[in-house]
């Protein structure tokens, strides 16, 4: 819970009047939820929001109540096919109950995260440099790969992977989630590498499932000597194909992504043991089908016709060969423990660059959100960038309810997918795991801090071309609500059609 004696709600006169006129309001029409946030017309100015659910609206809505505007918004996809956030989450006391998931650490003395020296280290970014690495990297495999992924449907990945398999000489584990984009993966993989495939469906599901709702991890060991590791899944999305001559349009066709590619026996080793685990683990657990096809949206094709940055030449990669300390992360494992370490002893600056960052709901993430809070109050050197999927309603609890300072908070333009850290100028966090709750402490991710003024400066440069380039400051006014594609509808006349997983989920 936040508890600073020197934090203000912005919305605690808000709340009251909601919680005075809570019968009236939910008596309007169409009204799903109620809540305070910040107008989407007029900066900073609290207001009472109406969340509406699709259809036509018999009646009005009062213009005020309680001496505060009232404004209205559709219903998100999110808050319609799930639930609303509730109204103590602006109220900063959303801290709930861990959920009932039976991960288990491994046995120390079978595999532990444990802090090493490096001395081979590819840094490259996506979309600039992300599938030639990874290709060249997948290529060269000689007996084995070992793959932990959470989406994996990019046919240009998949015809390098099956490439592989047809030579006969490979062998592949893989542990991936299976949801609606994934389900022929297992089947293919087996057409390419016969007996030599051993495949896992990750435990992410029902009363014994082993991580709350996603295997989020993008890791893959090839020949148990050297690893890629990243924010990015193998869709199209993360490892895009980029055309000769397309350098003006990159942030157009993928995500802004961070990736390494490390060559060192003992880190591949303990990446490849724990994802060995993780299989073994899952294999005792009766993992149901996915219960809920989630639905197509669709998005303005304005939001991608905007991200026109002047890119003089992609990002490439960079090979750092001196001695570098590292230390693996892991969640449900270190992650949240570690990065709150790294935030409350940073002295000069931090600068993250997340896809979304939401409001938390468990204890140690709840104490990130506040060491930030501090940090900003403090006077550090503070940037926060999110991507367009970043809800509103998560950046007017942070900002109104958290005390983030909002010039500090940008939105990134351009399709943004990275989870990267960068503290006082000299140690970067790079991997998978997104700023919520889940993320952060439920799900199966990874990160490695790399102590670093080399690699800090590499990753720095194209964080300061984003936040120059391809940001505004957060507002409600660029925040896109999708619509729910409805099933075997054409896409409409200024819309893109993209999944459910590429919007909230990759």
């Not at 293919?188 to 014994?208: E, R, W």
């Not at 000769?244 to 995500?255: F, H, R």
Request: include cysteine; aromatic fraction near 10%.
């Amino acid at each position: 819970m936040a508890t600073k004696e020197n934090t203000i709600n912005l919305f605690s006169p808000v709340i009251s009047v909601i919680e005075d006129h809570e019968e009236e309001l939910y008596a309007l029409p169409n009204v799903k939820a109620v809540h305070p946030g910040f107008s989407a017309t007029e900066e900073d100015l609290p207001v009472i929001v109406l969340v509406l659910k699709p259809g036509p609206v018999d009646g009005t809505y009062p213009e005020h109540l309680g001496g505060y505007p009232v404004e209205t918004a559709l219903a998100s996809p999110v808050e319609l096919i799930f639930d609303v956030l509730p109204l103590s989450a602006w109220k900063g006391i959303n801290i709930e109950a861990a959920p009932n998931i039976h991960y288990r650490a491994p046995d120390p003395s079978r595999v532990a995260l444990v802090e090493m020296e490096v001395a081979d280290i590819n840094c490259h970014v996506g979309p600039d440099a992300g599938w030639p690495t990874l290709k060249s990297f997948m290529e060269a495999t000689q007996h084995t790969l070992t793959v932990a992924m959470y989406e994996f449907y990019a046919d240009h990945i998949k015809d390098t992977v099956n490439q592989i398999g047809r030579r006969g000489d490979v062998s592949i584990n893989m542990i991936l989630q299976v949801d609606k984009n994934d389900k022929g993966v297992e089947a293919m993989l087996t057409q390419s590498f016969g007996d030599k495939l051993t495949f896992v469906k990750a435990s992410v599901a029902g009363p014994n499932r082993i991580f709350n709702n996603s295997y989020h991890t993008k890791v893959a060991v090839r020949d148990s000597t050297a690893f890629w590791l990243s924010s990015g899944n193998w869709s199209p999305n993360s490892q895009p194909l980029i055309p000769n001559g397309s350098a003006q349009d990159l942030y157009k066709l993928g995500n802004r992504e961070w990736h390494v590619v490390i060559n060192d026996t003992n880190l591949a080793q303990m990446y490849e043991k724990f994802i060995l685990y993780d299989m073994e683990q899952a294999r005792t657990v009766a993992t149901p089908e996915f219960e809920q096809v989630m639905p197509d949206l669709f998005i303005p094709e304005t939001l991608l016709q905007e991200v026109t940055p002047l890119q003089p030449h992609p990002f490439s990669a960079k090979t750092f060969t001196g001695a570098v300390k590292v230390k693996p992360l892991m969640s449900p494992d270190n992650y949240a423990v570690e990065v709150l370490r790294l935030i409350e002893a940073a002295e000069k600056a931090i600068y993250l660059q997340f896809s979304y960052i939401r409001q938390p709901s468990a204890a140690t993430f709840n104490n990130i959100i506040d060491a930030l809070a501090k940090k900003m109050d403090s006077g550090l050197d503070v940037r926060i960038i999110v991507g367009p999927s970043q809800d509103s309603k998560h950046s007017d609890i942070l900002i109104g309810t958290r005390n983030w300072k909002k010039e500090m908070f940008r939105q990134q333009s351009s399709k943004l997918h990275n989870k990267g850290i960068l503290i006082d100028h000299k140690i970067a966090v790079v991997g998978s795991n997104n700023w919520s709750s889940d993320g952060t402490q439920y799900n199966r991710d990874t990160s490695l801090v790399f102590y670093s003024e080399e690699i800090a400066a590499y990753y720095n440069e194209v964080f300061m071309f984003d936040w120059d380039n391809l940001t505004r400051e957060i507002s409600k006014k660029i925040s896109v609500t999708p619509i729910i594609a409805p099933e075997g509808a054409p896409t409409p006349e200024g819309m893109i059609r993209v999944s459910w997983q590429e919007w909230y989920e990759e």
